[in-house]
């Protein structure tokens, strides 16, 4: 009997902080309108304000943006946007939410780390403006299994830390914008 082997999800990762909302917005607005991975918004919220990015990220996508629930089963052509005071996990080809911590709150390592352990998914990851170093340790996790590193260009971005942070592990496979020569 012929068992056939399943492929993996894909899910592409968009990790933002501080000034990464217009970033966002043009990234999904520039996604075809059937891609073939699913789309995972993690950003740094403010734990007791709940977040409306969902709806402003709704305006500047053609694909569905919802909400991120306890265990979403990963499905390609949706945008979910992770809640406030939460972190989330892969889990068997699902998006499981997790208590968040008191302390320093890192969800996007803590996201990719675990992207990097879920043999149903295959990831993805765009770092893009924010504060501090998010992202850039869970990329060592992401890269060691096959997956792929985009950055947001520093010097386009409302705050470089996260950039920077990423560009420095030396395992971005590409930053975008592309820089081009000036005009003579």
């Known amino acids: 009997m012929d068992t056939e082997e399943r492929q993996p999800l894909r ?11 217009d970033a966002l917005g043009t990234v999904l607005g520039a996604l075809p309108n059937e891609p073939g991975f699913a789309v995972l918004v993690i950003t740094h919220l403010d734990p007791n304000e709940e977040t409306r990015l969902p709806e402003v990220l709704r305006d500047r996508s053609t694909l569905p943006v919802e909400r ?47 992207l990097a352990q879920d043999p149903d998914l295959d990831g993805a990851v765009v770092i893009l403006s924010g504060t501090g ?4 340790a869970g990329i060592v996790d992401l890269k060691a299994t096959g997956g792929f590193v985009l950055a947001q260009a520093p010097n ?11 560009i420095d592990t030396g395992l971005v496979d590409e930053v975008l914008p592309r820089r081009t020569s000036p005009r003579r």
């Open 133 to 136: 170093q998010d992202g850039a």
């Open 68 to 114: 991120l629930e306890h265990f979403t089963k990963v499905e390609h052509g949706r945008v979910f946007v992770m809640p406030e005071n939460v972190g989330v996990m892969a889990l068997d080809g699902h998006f499981r939410l997790t208590r968040r911590t008191p302390g320093l709150h890192l969800p996007i390592d803590a996201f990719l780390a675990s």
């Open 11 to 21: 899910v592409v990762v968009l990790g933002g902080s501080a000034g990464s909302i």
């Open 156 to 166: 386009t971005a409302a705050h470089d830390g996260m950039p920077i942070a990423a």
